[in-house]
T-cell receptor, first 113, second 114 residues
Framework: AQSVTQLGSHVSVSEGALVLLRCNYS??????LFWYVQYPNQGLQLLLK??????LVKGINGFEAEFKKSETSFHLTKPSAHMSDAAEYFC???????????FGTGTSLTVIP | DAGITQSPRHKVTETGTPVTLRCHQT?????MYWYRQDPGHGLRLIHY???????DKGEVSDGYSVSRSKTEDFLLTLESATSSQTSVYFC?????????????FGPGTRLTVT
């Protein structure tokens, strides 16, 4: 079975500081991994996805994530936080032949001016 | 943005009444999903569809039914709403399942059961 753990339901960073949102997964087979962002009162938007082509994945809005198989992690980072990054972030996993996505419980990012 | 609409966007209903939420897509994607989002639980899959009239249960399907009579529409019905079904409901679509097909989400429906 697949599962996703997001450490830290709330993360606060100062504007201009590094953003690090943690995601660990559990999967019996190599997974596909995704990060989604949700702004208030909106649906989820895809930030980036890992497809096994490269371990470092670049997404929209300056975000990137690194797949580390040995650590079963797919942490999301951004070098310099912007006020507009304040949102909820979800990590998700699926397997190649699977028909379901499994989402983490989300991390709410606050950016302090 | 993927062409996904949900209706209604907000609804308040009383316990015991039936409720139907609609998801409409203009992308002609085969797969459609209904999720509920609750604090501390993230998104949980209720039902999904892999084609017209082809549906299957997800993680939290009790108390919900779905129907898909056309490719573009996926309906979620609460036969007799309960307060525990107060939630935000999201529809998602996907072009495929096997492989790296991401999901695209609708704007959500906020349902309150009093």
């Amino acid at each position: 079975a697949q599962s996703v753990t997001q450490l830290g339901s709330h993360v606060s960073v100062s504007e201009g500081a590094l953003v690090l949102l943690r995601c660990n997964y559990s999967s019996s087979v190599p997974p596909y991994l995704f990060w989604y962002v949700q702004y208030p009162n909106q649906g989820l938007q895809l930030l980036l996805k890992y497809t096994s082509a490269a371990t470092l994945v670049k997404g929209i809005n300056g975000f990137e994530a690194e797949f580390k198989k040995s650590e079963t992690s797919f942490h999301l980072t951004k070098p310099s936080a912007h006020m507009s990054d304040a949102a909820e972030y979800f990590c998700a996993v699926k397997i190649d032949t699977g028909n379901q996505f499994y989402f983490g419980t989300g991390t709410s990012l606050t950016v302090i001016p | 943005d993927a062409g996904i609409t949900q209706s209604p966007r907000h609804k308040v209903t009383e316990t015991g009444t039936p409720v139907t939420l609609r998801c409409h897509q203009t992308e002609n994607h085969r797969y459609m999903y209904w999720y509920r989002q609750d604090p501390g639980h993230g998104l949980r899959l209720i039902h999904y569809s892999y084609g017209v009239k082809d549906t299957d249960k997800g993680e939290v399907s009790d108390g919900y039914s779905v129907s898909r009579s056309k490719t573009e529409d996926f309906l979620l019905t609460l036969e007799s709403a309960t307060s525990s079904q107060t939630s935000v409901y999201f529809c998602a679509i996907s072009e495929g399942i096997a492989g790296i097909y991401e999901q695209y989400f609708g704007p959500g429906t906020r349902l309150t059961v009093t």
